[in-house]
């Protein structure tokens, strides 16, 4: 017996509709949170990029690998490219950057952060963000890989270029070499006339990371942002094995810092930033990653390092960890100066891989003496 005209008109139409809505309601061809590839993504300056991730440790000679410091040697020449990649924008994203230093912490490790960066080249361009280097704005960046990975966790260093790292670094050196003055009274004028904008823009730049990934469909509790400090890459006077007279902190050392200067730098410049920080992170709701200790007694000229001799080559356990000032121009690029090298990067990678398992709360992050990146550790922060 036939079915009933109705019944079968109803049935007819339930399939047409249920049809029509699976092609109208079908989902785009990207993951949301919890799907797709799983991903941990760097964002900010030249300290999470991988500036000077070309250098392993610094060698006092101009000739073929630098006594092993320099990773761009070929053998007959030197490629650049073989660490940074692409060099034709400048980002410096080094293959021993923090973020691909941290290990299998995530099936990917994104790198967005470029070098030179200040926190408008990370706002979103609808928001006055500005490229940067031929590349986008970061969060308009971070806008497409959220929408194809599973992001955990977002690690941003950002502020040290609007505060004006770079020049402060330059004024100090120069009065040291040319001028025979200290630089830390005229600098410290400088730090305060701009550090309250600085953190106003650190903060907007969470803001627009939560913007991103709230347009995204992740909610607060799909991921985190890690917020950094800086590490010092100067030690304290006491621990400088170069005498403050004469040219070896120059010509030996590249680290060519009055005493004064560099304890200021150590001991007020590096923990006041480190501390305004932190307090953005808390204000936004972030985690904070304390490095301002994590280069102890592995910074330029630090009476605990070394520098990598034809003899004794570099190792993480002995070599600094940081990139010295070339003052002759003779090795690589000036803009690498003062940065975390390969070694430096490696650590920073396991300080992140550390935090990274721990789901909450602030932690400062240190090294153990005489050993590598393995010899990382947080504390309470």
Known sequence: MPSHPHRALRAFLALCTAAGLASVAAPPAHASPGSGPTA??????????????????????DSGSRYGTDRAWTGSGYDPSRV?????????????????????????LINLACSGATTENVFRAVRGGRSHKGEAPQADQLAAVAATHDVELIALSVGGNDLGFADIITACATDYIVWYSYCHDDQQAVVDARIDGVMANVGK????????MSGAGYGASDYRIVLQSYPSPLPRAAENRYAESGWSRTSTGGCPFWDADADWARDT????????????????????????DSLQGREVCARSSRQATASLPPSAATSEWARWI???????LVQESMHPNAYGQQALGRCLALIHAVPSGHRACRNTAGAGASGMYLTAG
């Open 205 to 212: 730049a969470v803001d627009e990371i939560r913007a991103v």
């Open 269 to 292: 410049l590096v923990p006041r930033l480190a501390d305004r920080l932190r307090q953005v992170a808390v204000a936004k709701g972030a985690q904070f990653l304390d490095l301002r």
């Open 326 to 332: 070339d003052s002759r121009s003779t090795q690589g």
């Open 40 to 61: 941990v993504v760097a964002m900010g300056d030249s300290y999470i990029s991988g500036e000077a991730g070309r250098w392993q440790g610094n060698g006092l000679t």
């Open 84 to 108: 940074y990649g692409s060099t034709a924008g400048g980002c410096h994203r080094s293959d021993t950057s923090e973020v691909r230093s941290a290990g299998p912490v995530a099936a990917s």
